[in-house]
């Protein structure tokens, strides 16, 4: 009876897996947290902000790792392709939704190889010029881009991420021909902005933020259907005139899939308490960032939205990578 007991045990182990035992015991060593953008940018700030309060609540260091290029596709592909076992997490963005269908030669799917863990926040872009630019409104600007067609160049931190998509869904709606720069990310593009080498930048709010307060970058509109209150007197694209005109970024934690739901559980919970905490949401809200707890669940439903929306705008706009 006994060894018959044994047996069964044993046999029932090897169904549950080394992984799903492993989860266990997890965290047991520290986790590698990649941000698929450069140090500096909107992506790399909210993920330190997570880590700094992950670390404790976890009891082992989350570190952030910086795997920048091809509009955030290296690092994602990185951590599609390794073990689904917790310890190696992505800050995903807006930019893998878009990647899904704007390239066409990804070895990785971000929807199948990819399991949502946690939505961090959900974040404004900002239309910002250089204050050498003449225009002080959107029309302003639209009537500025018409009179210069192909004279004008604006910024994003890559191609494929919502700084570009939101320009090309710019060109779209108001017919003007002004030329994508595309950068390695968010800060590069705005140092070059900041120089006058490039005139304008749907940036993500948090990394342009405080250079619109310093008075260094003059903001035209915020892309989302509400005015963001930290920018009370910037409108909204629609209130600027240019109708139909809705976009946003949003920062959230993925896992390798077949990351044991224990796991990804664990890190939702943890991602979450911490976005409760008054001095990170104060902490992401001064950055532009708006705290968006919830479920793994809520997190998948949305990320599946926002394929389908973006894969809209890449059709419309004939935006293609290879």
Not at 25 to 53: E, H, M
Request: charged share 15%; glycine share 8%; proline share 9%.
């Amino acid at each position: 009876m006994v060894v018959r007991v044994a047996r069964v045990v044993f046999a029932a182990l090897l169904c549950v897996g080394p992984i799903a035992l492993h989860a266990q015991g997890w965290p047991a060593k520290p986790i590698r947290y990649v941000v698929p953008f450069p140090p500096g940018g909107s992506t790399d700030i909210l993920a330190r902000v997570i880590a700094d309060k992950l670390t404790p609540s976890l009891g082992q260091p989350v570190v952030v790792e910086n795997k920048p290029g091809a509009a955030g596709n290296i690092g994602t592909e990185l951590v599609a392709k390794s073990p689904p076992d917790g310890y190696t997490i992505l800050m995903a963005t807006v930019a893998q939704s878009i990647s899904e269908t704007l390239y066409t030669n990804l070895t990785f799917s971000f929807a199948r190889d990819l399991a949502p863990v946690a939505l961090i926040a959900l974040v404004p872009n900002v239309m910002v010029v250089n204050p050498a630019v003449p225009a002080k409104t959107v029309q302003e600007f639209i009537a500025l881009a018409r009179a210069k067609p192909g004279q004008i160049n604006f910024a994003s931190s890559g191609s494929g991420t919502s700084v570009h998509m939101s320009g090309e869904l710019f060109k779209m709606l108001t017919g003007v021909d002004i030329v994508h720069i595309p950068y390695k990310g968010s800060a590069q593009a705005l140092t070059d902005l900041l120089g006058g080498q490039v005139s304008v930048m749907f940036d993500n709010l948090p990394s342009s933020m405080p250079h619109i307060k310093s008075g260094k970058l003059r903001a035209l509109a915020v892309t989302t259907a509400k005015r963001y209150p930290a920018l009370p007197t910037v409108p909204t694209m629609v209130e600027a005139g240019v109708p139909g005109y809705e976009a946003s970024a949003w920062f959230g934690i993925v896992a390798p899939a077949r990351t044991p739901a224990a796991i990804v559980d664990r890190l939702n919970s943890e991602v979450n308490r911490s976005l409760n905490l008054p001095e990170v949401r104060e902490r992401l809200e001064q950055q532009g960032a708006e705290p968006a707890p919830g479920t793994p669940a809520d997190f998948g439903a949305f990320i599946k939205a926002e394929i389908a929306k973006w894969g809209k705008v890449v059709k419309a706009s004939g935006a293609k990578v290879e």
